[in-house]
């Protein structure tokens, strides 16, 4: 069993910077053979693909976030999503995802909000 807690979200203008940060719980040795990602749900549309970083750390990105956001993970518990540049439109709730095979565990969620 994995557990995943996400953090780092908030307000922020249009133009700035945040860090999300996910702390993976549970069998170190399953959570590095792991791929973890980020997704991104706004109001009224459905869950989307920000990131994804393997366990031997190939990143995949969507077209909407390239060059902007920048997904990495220690050999730790921690997954981070560095977002530069945001816009309005990245507006969402963001879910941190650890998937193997027919496996996946959701964080609960943080809101990040971009302002005008």
């Known amino acids: 069993q994995v557990q995943l807690v996400e953090s780092g979200g908030g307000l922020v203008q249009a133009g700035g910077s945040l860090r999300l940060s996910c702390v993976a719980s549970?069998?170190?040795?399953?959570?590095?053979?792991?791929?973890m990602g980020w997704y991104r749900q706004a109001p009224g549309k459905q869950r989307e693909l920000v990131a994804t970083?393997?366990?031997?750390?190939?990143t995949n990105y969507a077209d909407s976030v390239k060059g902007r956001f920048t997904i990495s993970r220690d050999k730790i518990r921690t997954t981070y999503l560095q977002m530069n540049s945001l816009k309005p439109e990245d507006t969402a709730v963001y879910y941190c995802?650890?998937?193997?095979?027919?496996?996946?565990?959701w964080g609960q969620g943080t809101q990040v909000t971009v302002s005008s």
């Open positions: 995802n650890a998937h193997m095979g027919s496996t996946d565990y």
């Open positions: 549970g069998s170190i040795f399953v959570i590095n053979s792991m791929t």
């Open positions: 970083i393997s366990s031997g750390s190939s």
